[in-house]
Each structure stands twice: as structure tokens, then as C-alpha cells.
């Protein structure tokens, strides 16, 4: 059974965020989702656009092979996170 716990944290300028929840016993394992308003992310730095770059410029060297799993792997993932009411994509 999972238990929810809602906590506000602000993030500090090194990208770290502190939550304090004194109800958990020390060394509980526990999943964190991290939800943010749209309006709150960054524009992505240069350093970020020049690895998304690196990483088209990588792909291109996919073989044809490649290329066909890379898109069958696509339509899978889509496949997946269809609901009822869904048309084939």
C-alpha cells in the first residue's frame, strides 16, 4: 500500500531540494515525483543544446537496422501508454 506526502520545498541555486518528513522511519526507501508549473523551468543552457546536438549527430551514424528497432522500439512505447478510446496512431 503506498502512503502519500505532500510537501512544499523551494529548490536552492545548486539544484537541490531539501524535504523534511519526520513521520518516515530513518532509512525508509520512498519514490519522489517532483512536480513544477510550466512557467518554472529553465531555458535549456548551451552546453545542453550542443549534447542534444551530439547526440542527432550520433544517431545519424545508425545503420538501417538500427534505424527500423529505433522506430519499432517508438511505436512499442506508444503502443503502451494507449488508453480505451485511442485510434491507432
Request: no cysteine; charged share 20%; hydrophobic share 40%.
Amino acid at each position: 500500500m503506498m502512503t502519500a506526502v505532500r510537501r512544499t520545498a523551494t529548490v536552492q541555486p545548486n539544484g537541490q531540494l531539501q524535504l523534511d518528513v519526520p513521520e518516515l522511519a530513518p532509512g525508509t526507501v520512498t519514490e519522489v515525483i517532483v512536480l513544477v508549473p510550466s512557467t518554472a523551468t529553465r531555458e535549456p543552457t548551451v552546453a545542453a543544446k550542443l549534447a542534444t546536438l551530439d547526440q542527432l549527430r550520433a544517431m545519424s551514424t545508425l545503420t538501417e537496422e538500427q534505424v527500423h528497432q529505433w522506430i519499432e522500439d517508438i511505436r512499442l512505447e506508444r503502443l503502451a501508454w494507449r488508453i480505451p478510446g485511442d485510434t491507432e496512431p
